[in-house]
């Protein structure tokens, strides 16, 4: 697959927030690189603690402005921090995979965070007693 050659994979806004690109992207190990802050925040769960070392953000009016170069931009990248941010990839891919034989997969990050918002607001009084 191209995603599967490739270092960086664009994920540009689409009509969601959420695209299933994205999901590919780093199932593949490609480095995504957003264009949107709605895209950068969707599945909390599954990429909050990694994520700034896993994507590539790019401001988008600047951008849509012509202020800024994606070639120069991603050329810019350290080939030291590629590498990190590969490395990253690599280590919690799985977690946006879904999988009936994975303990770990995207379905196991979803309910464990279903979980702990579900205990966060019932210790805050949102909600009744679990």
Do not use: N
């Not at 050659?5 to 590919?24: Q, T, V």
């Not at 603690?49 to 009016?61: A, E, T, Y």
């Not at 990050?109 to 009084?125: F, I, K, N, P, Y």
């Amino acid at each position: 697959s191209t995603k599967g050659r490739s270092i960086f994979c664009l994920e540009p806004a689409g009509d969601s927030p959420y695209r299933k690109s994205l999901s590919d992207s780093i199932t593949y190990g490609c480095i995504p690189v957003l264009f949107s802050d709605l895209t950068d925040e969707v599945a909390p769960w599954h990429w909050r603690k990694w994520r700034d070392q896993g994507r590539v953000l790019v401001p988008r009016k600047a951008f849509a402005e012509g202020k800024v170069d994606l070639k120069t931009l991603l050329g810019s990248i350290p080939p030291r921090l590629v590498r990190l941010m590969q490395e990253t990839i690599s280590q919690y891919a799985r977690e946006f995979q879904y999988s009936l034989e994975d303990d770990h997969d995207g379905i196991r990050v979803t309910l464990d965070g279903l979980d702990s918002t579900a205990r966060s607001m019932e210790r805050q009084g949102l909600c009744a007693k679990l």
